[in-house]
């Protein structure tokens, strides 16, 4: 009889210990379907964002934002090459 109290105590540690790794893993299932969620509605926002850009705005302000850099391209080569010695 003490066998076999002994026995049923050690299934059921065992089962209970199982149940825990099954709760972890309802867990990890929960969360990561939540991860889901939250990028689905970001990529269903971004593809809504990109359908309603006016393209004719954004390459305009594209060409003006290369211009402005080349701008400052040039303006930074010709200060890097001054020295001190073409001041004097």
Known sequence: MTAMIAALDQTLGDVAGKIGQLGG???I???IDTNHASVSLANR???L???QIDYGEA???LNSYTLALQATQKAYAKVS???LF???
């Open 29 to 31: 299932l929960d969360t």
């Open 86 to 88: 073409d001041a004097i």
């Open 45 to 47: 926002q971004t593809a």
């Open 81 to 83: 090459q001054l020295s």
């Open 49 to 51: 964002d990109l359908g």
């Open 59 to 61: 390459a305009t302000r």
């Open 25 to 27: 893993r309802q867990n």
